[in-house]
């Protein structure tokens, strides 16, 4: 497999974690029938909501008929909610662990303020001083269109929930356009504190607190490594932000010793595979704990994982499962050839490709179901599909975002090429002819010939094809180009 070195460079950094939604304007619904379990374990979880009904968070169905919303630290409901936002459950996790019953549920976003730049080639945009990566799990609201950055211009003013890198970078889930006369709102640490001069630093944002009422911090005073949440209405001639309130937040997690946790995010801070921080939260790994998705080698500064565990007295996560979360490079947007709701598995192109809780589900075609589940699709839905081979060889794919688009002719198949014998190759079994008509293109989306293509492409390149279908199992592709991994 090809590593996206460009890509790593930026996207391996962060420090915290924050939020990110759905892609559907209409509220979501809580039809799911309570969920049953046995005896349930106090806990907390913090990750993306990836569908509602109730609401369901690193694969755990939350009962949230008797929960408390909030939302941008005001009172919520559930209907403000989206897929795709990071929000953090409180409650208890039943002993079957694949359902539970939420008392809290809180949201907020990373950052919300006016686009400084885009950078459509790297896929990525700077929003408030904050470096903000687009990635596969990106869900753009309804509001952007097209549900790109080429929907968004600079001077729009956007809300961005995400995962956060070593750097502070934030890996979006979740985009959404605000009107003009929003407040800007951004989180992070603390950093180049001038306290004689009432300013500090998130990231690249410098932070003006000379006017500001300052909340909840230890002593009254902010401190270098605190983390914020600077609120304000206005930039200075400098860039800075004007802040009208500044609030320390502590830590992600929060608990009593004992409480059951689970947490997705990035690795911010890897000292070895004992030790180490997920979206800063302390994690400690032993002889019991069971690694699923890979081992503990592949672990490592900016790896993905959830972490399920107990909080110990210093609040550090015991860990007893890392699951190294499920990659993406395989995309595949067609027309369904079959559905099985009650294997929880559909066919497109041929290949199979399986549905569970850690799914996420999002429709954005005109019937604009929410929420979405497997049992809404049908033969002959247009779907966009992201998701990794397993188990590896299999030919089937583990799904981890599916989308129903409204129907297009347009076939795409991305993957690890198998077999190649020039004018065509196989992924995942699927034969892709080109001819010469074809459109080559390397990572950098410049032209390159097809001589050049097949004298680079083998086994385990990762090559995106775009054409027709012309069989189950079979693409006569108009445009083939070399892919970097996320």
Known sequence: ???????????????????????????????????????????????????????????????????????????????????GHVVLVKGEIDDNLTTGTAQEVSFNENVKGPIQSIDLAMNRLVVLGQTVIISPETSFDDNIQPASLAGLIVGDIVEVSGQTTSDGSVVATRIEKKPVGTSFEVHGVVSNLDAANSRFSINALAVDYSAAVLDNFPGGQISNGDFVEAKGTALDGSGALVASRVEFEGGVITGANGDYVEIEGFITRFVSAQDFDVSGVSVITNGSTVFEGGVAADLGLNVKVEVDGTLNSSGIIIAEKVDIRRAKAVRVTALVDSVNAAGNSLVMLGITFNVDA???LEDKSSADVDPLTIGDLNAGDYLEIRGSELPAGSGQIAAAILEREDIDSRTILQGFVETVSDPSFTILGVSITTNGSTAFRDTDDSIITGAEFFNRVSAGSLVKASGTETSSMAITADEVEFELEF
């Open 1 to 83: 497999m090809k590593i996206l070195s460009v890509f790593l460079t930026t996207l391996f950094l962060m420090v915290l974690a924050a939020c990110g939604g759905s892609g559907s304007d209409a509220p979501p619904g809580n039809n799911a029938p309570p969920p049953v379990g046995g005896i349930g374990r106090t806990g907390v979880a913090f990750g993306p909501i990836s569908t509602f009904g109730s609401i369901v968070v690193n694969g755990v169905r939350y009962d949230t008929s008797s929960a408390t919303f909030t939302v941008d630290d005001s009172p919520g409901s559930e209907s403000d909610l989206r897929v």
């Open 358 to 360: 850690l799914t996420r």
